[in-house]
């Protein structure tokens, strides 16, 4: 069955550090994986990733797909109160085109 | 640039009842995608509506039903509620066959 499992579940970090959060799908037709930010309900697209864009950057936000390790990571730098949220990962399934998310990292940034 | 709306915004319904979601796509998509989350869960896949046909269904029963019209609106319907169908209910559109896919502010259902 395809999953897609993020690590940590929780994370609480001060202004100013950085955070990596953890996604590794196991996911029989890989399309893409996507990040997403949930802040109150409506999750907001974050990065795409796919085999030819493996990498994305946006501000303190940053992102690297390693398809050997079927696996993500997001990086935030430089922390705000702002950032506090759930980060949610999702795989899309090509033959299918529906997201398989992960359950989420809640982050909470305090100052 | 409209983003996804959906209606109502929150929902209490008791058990055995039905109800109806509405949703409206980003402009220009013509592929609408609705999932279910529960409370400390990501979002489960429920279908996807594209030409007003379902292509895809995930795993929910047939009493999840839904419907897309020629403006590329769509509803779900959920009958006979049970107390299990409380959760946040996201649509999602895109354009036919691309991956990204973005979501409106969810309506919140409640069922007791």
């Known amino acids: 069955e395809d999953k897609v499992v993020q690590s940590p579940l929780s994370l609480v970090v001060h202004e100013g550090d950085t955070v990596t959060l953890n996604c590794s799908y196991e996911?029989?037709?890989?399309?893409?994986l996507l990040w997403y930010k949930q802040e109150k309900k409506a999750p907001t697209f974050l990065f795409m990733l796919?085999?030819?864009?493996i990498e994305k950057k946006s501000g303190r936000l940053s992102s690297i797909l390693d398809k050997k390790e079927l696996s993500s990571i997001l990086n935030i730098t430089a922390t705000q109160t702002g950032d506090s949220a759930i980060y949610l990962c999702?795989?899309?399934?090509?033959?299918?085109?529906?997201?398989?998310f992960g359950t989420g990292t809640r982050l909470q940034v305090f100052p | 640039d409209a983003g996804v709306t959906q209606s109502p915004t929150h929902l209490i319904k008791t058990r055995g009842q039905q109800v109806t979601l509405r949703c409206s796509p980003k402009?220009?998509?013509?592929?609408v995608s609705w999932y279910q989350q529960a409370l400390g869960q990501g979002p489960q896949f429920i279908f996807q509506?594209?030409?007003?046909?379902?292509?895809q269904r995930g795993n929910f029963p047939d009493r999840f039903s839904g419907h897309q019209f020629p403006n590329y609106s769509s509803e779900l319907n959920v009958n006979a509620l049970l107390l299990g169908d409380s959760a946040l209910y996201l649509c999602?559109?895109?354009?036919?066959?691309?991956?990204?896919?973005?979501f409106g502010p969810g309506t919140r259902l409640l069922v007791l």
């Open positions: 999602a559109s895109s354009l036919d066959r691309e991956e990204t896919q973005y």
């Open positions: 996911v029989t037709n890989f399309r893409s």
């Open positions: 796919t085999s030819s864009g």
């Open positions: 999702a795989v899309d399934e090509g033959n299918t085109d529906k997201l398989i």
């Open positions: 402009s220009g998509h013509d592929t």
């Open positions: 509506y594209y030409e007003e046909e379902e292509r």
